[in-house]
């Protein structure tokens, strides 16, 4: 496969976390790519942040390393490929953790990422209309069960999620020359205020190739450079939770 111009630097790979067509398809560009350090959403930076990944003797191993069972993300035998496929990278995790996402809930996005929240401009407050918008996809992600009062916290939190993916990738780069690739929720991938747009903001950006994946060809909102669209995957409705 011909690399994407772009993608010598930071390769950005949306997913919806439960669509294993999704994961393949990482896991094949991830093989494709080779890259010299790999960043996860879902990997705490306690348990890597640019170490390669050691070889286990046991089957589940790095799933047990990572507490993968425990963590509330889909199955790991959709995400360890996209490990396999490029075995050599540095890993960088990049989960927030509880207490962090508690404090840009009640402090702000700009007070839970500490030192070099300028560099991603979060001390600046969203544009009014970006503000409104991120709110009401809150609020449809939660069923429309939150109280009006605990959206603008949410989306302070994802401003940190987005962040905290962002630093990692800049680091990773920084550290390997690249390249780096992004394994991430569509929603941080997405080009207008995610992860990219962060990454833009830094002096000497690297170049960003950014994937974002949908099912049954789907509109995905936010702008990708390229959209891959793969079977729906059934499930089952997730506002049944929240009733």
Avoid at 105 to 134: I, T, Y
Avoid at 171 to 179: E, N, Q, S, V
Wanted: charged share 20%; proline share 9%; with cysteine.
């Amino acid at each position: 496969m011909t690399l994407p111009a772009g993608a010598q630097d930071i390769l950005i790979l949306g997913e919806i976390h439960d669509n294993p067509h999704h994961h393949a398809v990482q896991a094949e560009r991830v093989m494709d790519l080779q890259p010299k350090a790999l960043v996860f959403e879902m990997v705490s930076p306690d348990r890597f942040y640019g170490e390669v990944v050691p070889e286990y003797r046991s089957p589940t191993g790095l799933q047990d390393y990572l507490d993968w069972d425990a963590s509330g993300w889909p199955d790991f035998t959709m995400y360890h490929p996209i490990f396999d496929a490029a075995p050599d990278a540095r890993i960088y995790g990049a989960h927030v953790p509880g207490d962090a996402a508690r404090e840009a809930a009640s402090r702000g996005v700009a007070a839970a990422f500490g030192n070099g929240a300028m560099m991603f401009g979060l001390d600046d407050p969203l544009p009014e209309n970006q503000q409104v918008a991120r709110e009401a996809l809150q609020a449809a992600a939660h069923c429309d069960a939150l109280p009006d009062e605990m959206l603008a916290p949410m989306v302070e939190i994802q401003r940190l999620r987005d962040a905290l993916i962002a630093r990692a990738a800049i680091d990773a780069f920084r550290a390997t020359g690249g390249p780096v690739a992004v394994i991430t929720g569509n929603g941080h991938a997405r080009k207008d205020w995610g992860v990219p747009a962060l990454l833009a903001r830094v002096a000497d950006a690297p170049d960003m190739h950014v994937v974002g994946q949908t099912e049954d060809d789907a509109p995905l909102q936010g702008g990708f450079d390229e959209v891959v669209s793969s079977p729906v995957q059934p499930r089952p409705d997730p506002c049944l939770a929240f009733q």
